[in-house]
């Protein structure tokens, strides 16, 4: 899994990426217990279990509970994963390789059109009415612009650096 995320952020198999997977690989059921997968997973399990009656709207409901729970947009579940030792102890290869995948990633205008349109991001920014019709494309279009702006790449970088590296400071905070 990790090396076909490296392979689609174009992070190459250096010597900080080996050691991550590595490390990832034999921690990973550690890391996801520290994390609070384990028992969210099992909670919203539990819950959709009562709450519902077929199998296919346990299985459905319990799906999105739980990708809701564990996104990049959850401050907590962020915070958890910046502050496991896991991280911490990798801290130096883990912004490596992050920083590499973000700025190869940044660098192929393809791959951010792509994601912008799985995404579906414009779409999710304004509403498109009937009788007002919206450019869904112009505005993915200056999302792309927005994005390959290296005053903001370089504020996303420092911003990710500080946020990994003052982990323990952060960790005091309840959002974003």
């Known amino acids: ?10 992070v190459h198999n250096n010597q900080h990426a080996e050691h991550l997977i590595n490390v990832i690989s034999n921690d990973f059921g550690d890391l996801l217990n520290r994390s609070g997968v384990f ?3 099992i909670n919203i399990l539990i ?3 009562k709450n519902n009656e077929g199998i296919n709207d346990v299985l459905s ?14 401050f907590n579940f962020i915070k958890k994963l910046v502050n496991d030792p896991l991280v911490q102890n990798n801290k130096e290869k883990v912004l490596s390789v992050v920083l590499e995948g973000i700025t190869n990633f940044l660098n192929d205008e393809t791959k951010i059109r792509k994601v912008i349109n799985d995404l579906n991001l414009a779409s999710l920014l304004v509403t498109n009415e009937q ?3 919206i ?5 993915n279009n200056m999302i792309v ?5 290296p005053d903001l790449r370089d504020a996303l970088k420092i911003s990710i650096n500080d946020f990994i590296e003052r982990a323990n400071v952060y960790n005091e905070n309840q959002s974003w």
Do not use: C, G, V, Y
């Open 1 to 10: 899994m990790l090396n076909k995320l490296f392979r689609f952020i174009n």
């Open 47 to 49: 819950e959709e279990i």
């Open 145 to 149: 612009l927005a994005i390959k702006n």
């Open 61 to 74: 409901h319990a799906k999105d509970r739980i990708l809701n729970e564990l996104t990049p947009a959850n």
């Open 135 to 139: 450019n869904l494309e112009l505005i």
């Open 131 to 133: 009788d007002s019709p």
């Open 39 to 41: 028992d969210q997973t």
